[in-house]
C-alpha cells in the first residue's frame, strides 16, 4: 500500500488459503473442486467429486469471509439502534453526538441524485449483496432508495437478514434452520459471490493477455459403459476447462497441475489440470486480495463507512473505496499521529521511499520554449518600464 511515496507492508497475519511454502498436498491446502456443472466447491470432502455437496463441509476461507460479514451486520445492527430506526429504543443518540455522514443523511442535487447519501455506519461495505440461487440475480444491500425516507437503509437492513443472516424455513423439514444449516446455507451463498469474483479476474486476465481461454478446446470425459469409465475424446471442456497460461508462475501452475492430476487423473488430461491450476492460483490470489484489505482496515485505517461512498443516479453502489485508498498511507506515514497501541507489534517500523516514475511527454519541449519566450517578453517589458 503507498501514498505519496510511503509503502508499508502487512505481515505476520496467516490468511486463510494456500500455503505457498508448502511441499505436500497436505500442506498446501484445500483444492477447489471446479465442477462440470460450472459451480465451485470449497468441500474437502473424501470425495471431491460434484455430488459431494461441497458447501456443507467446513472451509476456513468461507468462514473468515462470513465472519467478516458478521462483523460488519452487527454494526449496521448497533448504527441502526443509535438512530432509533429499530424496535430498540433505548441506544438512541443525541443528535449533537451524530457523527456527520456516518450517522447523518447526505443532501441530494437539484436533481434529486445523491452523490453520497451519507448514514454510512447503517450499510454494508463487506457483504455488499448475494445471489439469488435460483436465477442468479443479484440482490443488493447497500442500496439508495429515494423513495424511503430513510434512504433504504432499513430496507436493505432487512433484506440483509432475509437472505443472509436470518434462520430460514428449511424447505426439506419444514422447520427453521438450524445453526449447522444456517451455516451452510451461507457457506454455499459465500462460494457463488466468490466465483463471480473469480470469474472477473480471469476474464480481467484474459483481456490483459496473461492467460488465454479457448472455449471451443476439447479434451477428453469419463463415460461409464457396462461399469468401466471408458475416455470419451473430442467433447467441449467446461469453463474453468479450457485456460491456458502465458505468463503467470509456470512453476505453480505445474505444481497445482500436478496435484489436480493426482486428484482426478483418471477424468481429465493434464492441459486440464493445468487449466484447473490457473483457476485455484487466481482464485487464491482473489481470496487473499479480498482478506487483505478487510485486515487493513480493522488495523490501519479504520471502518470504511467514515470514508466517502460514490453511487449512480439509480442509487446503486459503485465505489467505496477510492476515498479510504488514497489516505492509506497516511496510516503509517511518518507523521505525527502514528499508531503505536497496536498489541505485540513493535513501534518501531521501516519505510521505504521509492522514486516516482518519470515519463516524458513531446509537449514537453514546446511547453519549455513557451515559458522561456514568456519569462524574456516579461524581462523586457520590466526593462522598459524601467
Known amino acids: 500500500m503507498s501514498d505519496k511515496s510511503t509503502w508499508f507492508y502487512l505481515s505476520g497475519i496467516k490468511l486463510p488459503g494456500f500455503n505457498w511454502a508448502a511441499k505436500t498436498l497436505e500442506e498446501f491446502g484445500l483444492l477447489p473442486t471446479f465442477a462440470k456443472s460450472g459451480r465451485i466447491f470449497y468441500d474437502g470432502g473424501p470425495s471431491g467429486t460434484e455430488d459431494s455437496v461441497g458447501s456443507y463441509y467446513p472451509h476456513p476461507v468461507l468462514d473468515q469471509m462470513i465472519e467478516y460479514a458478521l462483523c460488519e451486520f452487527q454494526n449496521v445492527e448497533k448504527t441502526l439502534n443509535e438512530l432509533g ?30 452523490k453520497d447519501a451519507g448514514m454510512h455506519g447503517a450499510r454494508f461495505t463487506s457483504l455488499v449483496g448475494v445471489y439469488d440461487e435460483r436465477n442468479d440475480e443479484f440482490i443488493e444491500f447497500n442500496k439508495i432508495i429515494k423513495s424511503d425516507p430513510n434512504l433504504g437503509v432499513t430496507k436493505c437492513y432487512e433484506l440483509a437478514k432475509q437472505y443472509f443472516f436470518d434462520k430460514a424455513v428449511n424447505p426439506k423439514t419444514g422447520k427453521l434452520e438450524t445453526d449447522e444449516e444456517l451455516r451452510a446455507r451461507q457457506r454455499s451463498q459465500m462460494a457463488r459471490i466468490l466465483q463471480h469474483r473469480l470469474d472477473d479476474e480471469l476474464d480481467n486476465l484474459v483481456a490483459k493477455g496473461i492467460i488465454e481461454f479457448n472455449p471451443g478446446q476439447t479434451g477428453y470425459t469419463v463415460q461409464k459403459v457396462s461399469g468401466t469409465a471408458m475416455k470419451k475424446p473430442g467433447a467441449k471442456l467446461p469453463r474453468y476447462h479450457g485456460y491456458r497460461n502465458l505468463y503467470l508462475d509456470d512453476a505453480d501452475i505445474e505444481r497445482i497441475a500436478k496435484w489436480y492430476s493426482s486428484k482426478f487423473g483418471n477424468q481429465y488430461d493434464m492441459d486440464q489440470c493445468r487449466s484447473l491450476a490457473i483457476c485455484a492460483y487466481v482464485n487464491d490470489i482473489v481470496m487473499k486480495s479480498i482478506m487483505s484489505l478487510e485486515e487493513v482496515e480493522r488495523i490501519y485505517s479504520g471502518m470504511p463507512q467514515f470514508f466517502e461512498f460514490k453511487y449512480d443516479a439509480d442509487g446503486h453502489l459503485t465505489d467505496r473505496g477510492e476515498d479510504e485508498s488514497k489516505r492509506f498511507g497516511g496510516q503509517g506515514s511518518t507523521g505525527s499521529n502514528n499508531r503505536s497501541d497496536l498489541p505485540n507489534i513493535s513501534e518501531d517500523y521501516t519505510c521505504a521511499e521509492i522514486k516516482e516514475w518519470k515519463i516524458s511527454s513531446p509537449l514537453s519541449k514546446t511547453l519549455r520554449d513557451a515559458f522561456r519566450t514568456d519569462e524574456y517578453r516579461d524581462a523586457l517589458c520590466n526593462k522598459l518600464v524601467l
Open 85 to 114: 430506526l429499530l424496535e430498540d429504543q433505548a441506544n438512541v443518540i443525541e443528535d449533537n453526538k451524530k457523527v456527520k455522514n456516518y450517522h447523518t443523511k447526505g443532501k441530494p442535487d437539484k436533481n434529486g441524485n445523491y
